[in-house]
């Protein structure tokens, strides 16, 4: 079983559209939680983390549930500079299970 | 600020010939360091991480090996490069225990083994 598990999209949406991701993770001991945006043959970038209570970075909205084990990510207002693969990850001790990402196409 | 470098961007090797891929950190102590790769439309595997000089671990049997010589340095080898070698190598760092415990990520180096 994977530790990270995504739907790989992708994802086709108008610009403007609000689009959700979400991923779940298998050990129940997992600490830390992210977002990360990968473009076509670039290293992944740090979006944002994710916190118990939900946090909010501009038009970027990601809530944990820990007893579902499951993690999401909202984007409203979609640009198409959003295009890109959305991973998730999580952290346990010293080691980020990397989900396989979602991709998101944006259409004008 | 922290950065991280990774060199070369590119390479090209011959099946059977060696592979050297360095990485280096600059900008913080004692950082937790990982290589991963990352084949073509593929997710990332982790291969190697280390949480300090000399401490490597290792993730995936294969013919790879990393080494860490000093705190901010990391390098993946391998004495005879296959086919299945090929692929997108990441090397990436985060802060040790006890702090925000987040990764950040080299330009990494896209590896063809003919």
């Known amino acids: 079983r994977k530790e990270v598990e995504q739907d790989p999209g992708p994802f086709n949406v108008p610009e403007g559209a609000t689009v959700a991701f979400n991923c779940t993770y298998s050990n129940s001991a997992s600490q830390s939680f992210f977002w990360y945006r990968q473009d076509c043959r670039k290293e992944p970038k740090l979006l944002m983390s994710v916190y118990s209570s939900g946090n909010e970075d501009g038009r970027f909205t990601a809530q944990l549930n820990r007893a579902s084990q499951y993690i999401s990510l909202l984007i409203r207002d979609s640009k198409l500079s959003d295009s890109a693969t959305y991973l998730c990850v999580v952290n346990l001790y010293n080691k980020f299970y990397f989900g396989s990402g979602t991709k998101l196409n944006v259409k004008p | 600020s922290q950065t991280i470098h990774q060199w070369p961007a590119t390479l090209v090797q011959p099946v059977g010939s060696p592979l050297s891929l360095e990485c280096t950190v600059e900008?913080?102590?004692?950082?937790?360091l990982y290589w991963y790769r990352q084949a073509a439309g593929r997710g990332l595997q982790l291969l190697f991480y280390s949480v300090g000089i000399g401490q490597i671990s290792s993730e995936v049997p294969q013919n790879l090996s990393a080494s860490r010589p000093q705190d901010r340095q990391f390098i993946l080898s391998s004495k005879k490069l296959l086919l299945s070698d090929s692929g997108f190598y990441l090397c990436?760092?985060?802060?040790?225990?006890?702090?925000?415990?987040?990764?950040?990520f080299g330009p990494g180096t896209r590896l063809t083994v003919l």
């Open positions: 990436a760092w985060s802060p040790g225990l006890g702090q925000k415990n987040e990764q950040f």
């Open positions: 900008g913080t102590s004692n950082p937790n």
